[in-house]
């Protein structure tokens, strides 16, 4: 019996449990390339540095520090995001971040800047209107698309003409003088009331407001407005102020709108 008993106490003795030198030896490796990274990062040169700290972050969030086998729990790396994580993005956010709140910046004081420009045209071509008593011909209006100045065409043309009247030219150099202040783009309305036309020429008022509206396009290029900030369109009858029930109605519908577009 003594006999047996000593032969189990030496194989228990030749069989003790060593599993725990694997997550030892896995730690020691780990506190290794923790010192070397520390090391390597005396250096200056910010790239290298983020490139370490990238590695690091990614070893620790991949490399299972405990062995499951000797009853310890991975590491879990739930949530974990180098990308959110690490000082080189946060610094990448962060610029990013900035460049965005300058270009921001730099847009609302380039838009302010156009606005003060547009309102100082509105201001100039009204002290133009009171000077030269035009209220009843000129009319201007401050709309969300831009500055509107309407022209009743009975100082433009005469009835049934697309030609420009001859006193009503230089009240136009003055318009394209104020025009050149500004360099935003500009649209001509032609419009007409709901007459028929009886003209050889123009076979309806379509015709005819979009003719009246190039004429003003053209004698404003004449005068150095670039043309590429120029279009034109006509309207017809078809987008009146006024019902067509009565003459001052009708003569208020008859008009040339040009439009100083905002940016």
Same mark, same amino acid.
């Given at each position: 019996m003594s006999r047996k008993k000593r032969h189990n106490h030496h194989e228990e003795e030749e069989h003790i449990d060593e599993t725990w030198l694997i997550p030892y030896a896995d730690l020691l490796t780990l506190l290794l390339a923790l010192f070397i990274v520390l090391f390597s990062m005396?250096?200056?040169?910010?790239?290298? *540095?983020?490139? *370490?700290?990238?590695?690091?972050?990614?070893?620790?969030?991949?490399?299972?520090?405990? =062995?499951?086998? !000797?009853?310890?729990? !991975?590491?879990?790396?739930?949530?974990? @995001?180098?990308?959110?994580?690490t000082p080189g993005s946060i610094a990448s956010q962060n610029s990013s971040a900035n460049a965005k709140q300058i270009l921001n910046q730099n847009k609302n004081q380039t838009e302010s800047t156009d606005e003060q420009k547009l309102q100082e045209f509105m201001k100039q071509m009204q002290q133009y209107i009171d000077q030269n008593h035009l209220n009843a011909e000129i009319h201007l209006t401050d709309l969300q698309e831009g500055i509107q100045i309407t022209l009743k065409d009975s100082?433009?043309?005469?009835?049934?003409? =697309?030609?420009?009247?001859?006193?009503?030219?230089?009240?136009?150099?003055?318009?394209?003088k104020m025009l050149q202040t500004v360099d935003n783009s500009i649209i001509i309305e032609g419009h007409t009331d709901n007459q028929?036309?009886?003209?050889?020429?123009?076979?309806?008022?379509?015709?005819? !407001?979009?003719?009246?509206?190039?004429?003003?396009?053209?004698?404003?290029?004449?005068?150095?407005?670039?043309?590429? /900030?120029? /279009?034109? @369109?006509?309207?017809?009858?078809?987008k009146p102020i006024y019902p067509n029930d009565t003459p001052a109605h009708r003569e208020a519908n008859r008009r040339v709108n040009i439009i100083v577009l905002r940016k």
């Open positions: 005396r250096s200056e040169d910010k790239s290298k *540095m983020d490139a *370490m700290i990238q590695s690091l972050y990614t070893a620790f969030n991949t490399i299972s520090v405990f =062995d499951t086998n !000797s009853g310890g729990q !991975s590491p879990s790396n739930t949530g974990l @995001t180098t990308k959110q994580n100082i433009i043309f005469d009835s049934g003409s =697309d030609q420009l009247k001859a006193n009503f030219t230089p009240i136009l150099d003055n318009i394209a028929p036309i009886h003209s050889t020429q123009f076979i309806s008022n379509w015709e005819l !407001s979009g003719a009246r509206a190039l004429s003003v396009v053209h004698y404003l290029q004449s005068k150095s407005i670039n043309p590429q /900030r120029m /279009r034109y @369109t006509g309207y017809g009858e078809y």
